[in-house]
């Protein structure tokens, strides 16, 4: 759907729609080398696909609208932050912290936002992991920072978002309770699924080497890194406890 904007500005949608377009070539490309590093370094591939998409204007419309405000180009730019979005599948839980690790590390990103919706679920079982970040765009004449929403969560993680949104949609975002429940259980059974496939992942790592190996905890939502060289039986008493949570509507500023 084409949208029409108001002002002076009206003429610059276009503009801003290539610059988004930009944006998410230049991510896909940083995701593709680190994915191309890891490989050649670790012998391990943590992404195993990726996904990008410009939200259509009949949904820019609607948010902008939702939110009171008058449609122009301006807006959409400041008050949008997700026009442009990519979406990270990785193998284990372990990887979707490594990943925006190193996307947080690179010089020309800014981090502006984070949520971590897997450390602290949504009410519904949603889980995932948010970042909102910003990278130069060079035209001809200038230069803009372009915001891009990059959502990473695992394979298991993706299944049941995906089947949350069809029967979500089924009921017009109206679903019974009792099958709102239900997804909340499998949001649960999916979480033990990503736990019990990392341990596994984690046994045969100790297996080839029995000295010990290199991993990551992250012990709480500001994604702290604790790198450490250990066996199986000290993860055991590295396990993480997140008994109080911080509130999941809100993002954390960086």
Sequence with gaps: MEIRVTGEDADSYEEVMLIYQA?????ETKLAVLN?????VHKYNPIEHITSRIKSGESIAKKIRKDGRELTVENIVRYINDVAG???ICSFTSDIYRIADAIAKQSDVKVLKVKDFIMNPKPNGYRSYHMIVAI???L???VTDTKVEIQIRTIAMDFWASLEHKIYYKFEGN???HIREELKICSEITSTLDRRMHELNEEV??????DGYVDYMYTDVNMVKDEYYGTLAEDSEKQIVDEQKPNDSQWKEI
């Design 23 to 27: 944006a998410l070539r230049q991510m």
């Design 36 to 40: 191309e590093e890891f490989r050649m």
């Design 86 to 88: 990519i979406r990270v």
């Design 136 to 138: 130069p765009i060079f």
């Design 140 to 142: 001809s004449n200038k």
């Design 175 to 177: 679903a019974p309770e």
């Design 205 to 210: 790592k100790h297996i080839s080497s029995p």
